[in-house]
């Protein structure tokens, strides 16, 4: 039998219980990806292996649903309605309970870890992206994940957690037609290329949806009345 590497400590559960991180005190500006970035993280992602499956779900619900990394972790498998396209959130920040909404292939993404999360008989009642024990996942889990696949796809940039949050924030609809009815923005070339947002192609054939241009459209004609 081939002997197995020791496992790090930092992936047993409460290893960070009473530790101070290393960021303590310590602020970083706000870095969003750009849609190749998307697509060339979630590429290193493995499809097939059932950790794979889990983080894209989980990774896929902060970026296109923009939930925090803990509310994320935090939800259960009735929490999320594929079928409407809503998520809900029980404890957000301050406690606040809220819904969002989540697109029709994200979903698909979620789907595929649900139905291998079943197979392997997980608690149909416990965390929804747990480990191979049923738990929560713990944060650091997450924290950990993103520098190493953003190595992988060659990304510069700090990748973290709530930095999925900070890119749907700025390419959400709400914030695209903000950009758009403020004068002073300019939204053409380029940067209206990147309002627009490409879909991003996602191994399996998943394809983010993009904004619909109908949408731009009708903004773009009621700014001229």
Not at 113 to 130: H, I, K, N, V
Not at 155 to 172: F, N
């Amino acid at each position: 039998m081939t002997d197995q590497p020791p496992r790090s400590p930092i992936f047993i559960p409460g290893y960070f219980d009473g530790r101070e991180p290393a960021n303590k005190g310590k602020t970083y500006p706000a870095e969003i990806l750009t849609p190749e970035e998307i697509k060339a993280l979630f590429a290193q992602i493995s499809s097939t292996g059932w950790i794979g499956l889990r983080n894209r779900a989980a990774l896929i619900v902060m970026y296109r649903a923009g939930l925090r990394h803990a509310e994320t972790l935090d939800l259960l498998p009735h929490d999320v309605d594929t079928v409407g396209g809503i998520i809900h959130v029980l404890h957000g920040k301050g406690d606040k309970r809220r819904s969002v909404g989540i697109d029709p292939v994200a979903c698909r993404v979620i789907d595929e870890w649900s139905d291998r999360r079943a197979a392997m008989q997980f608690d149909p009642q416990g965390p929804l992206f747990c480990t191979r024990y049923g738990t929560r996942m713990q944060v650091s889990s997450l924290r950990m994940v993103l520098p190493r696949l953003a190595k992988q796809a060659g990304i510069t940039k700090r990748v973290h957690p709530h930095g999925l949050r900070h890119t749907h924030a700025y390419y959400r609809p709400c914030s695209i037609l903000r950009r758009l009815s403020t004068p002073s923005v300019d939204v053409s070339g380029p940067r209206q290329d990147r309002l627009m947002m490409e879909g991003v192609e996602m191994p399996g054939q998943h394809s983010f949806v993009s904004l619909p241009l109908s949408l731009l459209s009708c903004v773009a004609r009621a700014k001229e009345h």
